[in-house]
């Protein structure tokens, strides 16, 4: 399967000529999450989404990664929480995303993860540098309900400037719809994120949750199989006695 890629290419900020020389780093000093509050809902977000987009060639979701995006320049990065490329060359495993080795393709869909020491960011420098490369869609979500309000914000790039998309409250839930991934991102009860897919009608599952949902449909089907045996045998054997 193949998605529709969603907004233009980075090109437009490359050089034409990339250095060999330049090394681009694929890794810091700073921690992947700074407590189980952004942890969780991050490694559940990209866990999630690439299951979902599982049997999507060219959609690429990953998360805590750099992204490059000026040649030649290893000072122009950014690295989002979760982000979803639509149009990726393939899903190979990567280092960092060079947007200039990726067709010009930049992240369509972001998500950080706030704290406290990066709320502010998240809302001012980061959200700047995505607007710049063309990121379509930024999503915040605050985990602690301390750092920003509401704590789920969703902003839709429209002619270079984001735009907020509606989050409505449903009972306790927020829902915000991203066109982007035709999903919509939720906040439950007790700030769990957690996207919905309303083609299927489900929540996105959890890592457990899929792998439990796995070993129930494998059980299923081996019991369908097993009682199929048995019928067979059972036919097999009232053949024979009526043959005799």
């Known amino acids: 399967m193949v998605a529709q890629p969603f907004g233009n290419s980075v090109s437009k900020l490359q050089a034409e000529h990339e250095d060999p020389t330049i090394e681009y780093p694929c890794e810091d000093d700073e921690p992947l999450a700074e407590t189980e509050y952004q942890y969780e809902p991050l490694t559940y977000a990209v866990a999630a989404l690439k299951a979902h987009f599982s049997d999507c060639d ?8 750099f992204v490059y995006y000026r040649m030649n320049d290893p000072r122009s990065v950014i690295a989002p929480d979760v982000f979803v490329v639509f149009g990726a060359l ?6 960092s995303w060079l947007t200039w080795r ?27 540098i995505y607007a710049r490369i063309g990121v379509d869609e930024y999503w915040r979500f605050d985990p602690t309900g301390e750092c920003i309000n509401p704590v789920l914000i ?12 509606e989050v409505t409250d449903e009972d306790g839930t927020l829902r915000g719809r991203s066109d982007v991934l035709n999903l919509d991102i939720c906040v439950r009860d007790e700030l769990e994120l957690r996207p919905y897919d309303p083609v299927g009608g489900e929540w996105l599952m959890y890592y457990q949750e899929a792998q439990d949902a796995l070993q129930a449909e494998r ?8 009682r199929i045996f048995e019928l067979e045998a059972q036919l097999t054997r009232q053949q024979n006695n009526d043959s005799s």
């Open 102 to 128: 990726e067709g010009g393709r930049q992240p369509n869909f972001v998500l950080e993860i706030a704290s406290e020491s990066t709320w502010h960011w998240d809302a001012s420098g980061k959200r700047d």
């Open 219 to 226: 059980a299923a089907r081996e019991a369908a199989e097993q």
């Open 58 to 65: 060219d959609v690429y979701a990953q998360g805590d990664m």
């Open 90 to 95: 393939d899903n190979h495993k990567r280092n």
């Open 154 to 165: 969703g902003e839709r790039l429209v002619n270079g400037e984001y735009h907020p998309i």
